[in-house]
């Protein structure tokens, strides 16, 4: 037995969102009835609604920000219940038992994790993301919103579920402190979460954008210092000066140029995904016991750690409200660098 939700889907690359009724399943033991109030806006979403990556299955609805209240749960499941104020993001599935699993990874389950949307899952369904009315998910890739936040927090907390784990991992993972020197490459959806999260984590954060337009913005977020790279002078003016850069640009950078900002040991985390390859010389590396490392987002226990963080830290993403009509437009805005600085659909809207 299934149920119907309003959702928007893409029929094909470049063809513009439909209103169409989706399919949600009924509920396993397992599993968890969400009703989604709030669904934000990533570039992943466009790069794979274009199929800028390939591989798209349509008719696709896309969306892993969302958050909402449960309004039912299987038989077997204890963490959740109905009122709950929830969130998912980038994963609903993983096969739990390989060893990433088991230590709290899943986005690198060796079976393959289950994306939000637009995959085949294990039962031979096609997932549908957030621009629908409710969802149904598995209960372990379900996390609590935390108290402190109040409703109307809920749509700034939205993205987090994918831009604030995507940006506290690395964090996290360099050992982010007092003192710390942080470098973040780009103040878009990404970047300006990045700022917020290095900032309250202690570290001391430059923000590294291509002109100087958004300083007032970077500075409110946390930053001590703002530097504009379009005319070079910041690569020599900061040689050696972090111990962590974090590049959250989807478009290619000169990495040879960035990797020349670390000090002694200092690694440069890559989050952004372009579409095309990156490339670094083995002297930057080699020069300073320099590196690179790619991260994506988290596992299931650290989105819950992130959140609470945040929470505790009064994080939430800086966002636009748009209705489901707006889609469209906000994709191209997205890509053009206008929004400020995540765009978070009403699902209120979605039947209208």
């Not at 591989?55 to 299987?74: R, S």
């Not at 402190?148 to 579920?161: F, M, Q």
């Not at 095309?276 to 690179?292: E, G, H, M």
């Not at 939430?316 to 997205?334: H, L, R, S």
Request: glycine fraction near 14%.
């Amino acid at each position: 037995m299934t149920t119907t939700t309003p959702a928007l889907a893409a029929p094909s690359a470049g063809a513009a969102f439909e209103r169409v009724q989706i399919e949600r399943r009924d509920l396993r033991p397992d599993d968890v009835r969400i009703d989604i109030r709030w669904a934000g806006i990533c570039h992943t979403d466009i790069h794979i609604t274009r199929e800028e990556w390939g591989g798209t299955l349509y008719p696709l609805t896309p969306g892993h920000e969302i958050l909402g209240t449960v309004t039912e749960v299987g038989a077997d499941v204890t963490d959740h219940a109905v009122g709950d104020v929830v969130g998912v993001g980038c994963l609903v599935d993983s096969c739990g038992e390989c060893e990433p699993c088991r230590d709290g990874e899943e986005q690198y389950c060796l079976k393959g994790a289950v994306q939000t949307y637009g995959q085949e899952d294990y039962h031979g369904e096609i997932t549908k993301g957030g621009y629908s009315g409710e969802v149904v998910v598995r209960d372990h890739f379900v996390v609590k919103v935390p108290d402190s936040y109040d409703e109307a927090d809920y749509a700034g907390v939205t993205p987090l579920l994918c831009a604030g784990i995507t940006t506290y991992h690395p964090l996290k993972e360099a050992g982010v402190g007092p003192g710390s020197r942080v470098g973040v490459i780009g103040l878009g959806g990404l970047g300006h979460v990045a700022v917020k999260i290095a900032a309250a984590m202690g570290a001391e954060v430059t923000v590294l954008s291509r002109t100087d337009s958004k300083k007032q913005d970077g500075m409110s977020f946390g930053a001590q210092d703002f530097r504009a790279t379009e005319d070079g002078t910041a690569f020599e003016e900061l040689a050696g000066s972090f111990d962590l850069l974090v590049n959250t640009v989807g478009s290619g950078i000169p990495l040879d140029s960035y990797m020349g900002l670390l000090d002694r040991g200092g690694v440069l985390a890559n989050v952004g995904a372009p579409e095309d390859s990156l490339q670094v010389s083995a002297f930057s590396l080699l020069a300073n016991r320099r590196s690179i490392r790619g991260n994506m987002i988290g596992g299931l226990p650290e989105h819950q750690e992130m959140l609470d963080f945040c929470a505790e830290h009064g994080i939430t993403a800086t966002v636009e409200v748009i209705d489901a009509g707006q889609v469209d437009d906000y994709y191209d805005k997205v890509v053009a660098g206008d929004v400020r600085y995540r765009a978070v659909i009403d699902t209120a809207t979605l039947a209208g």
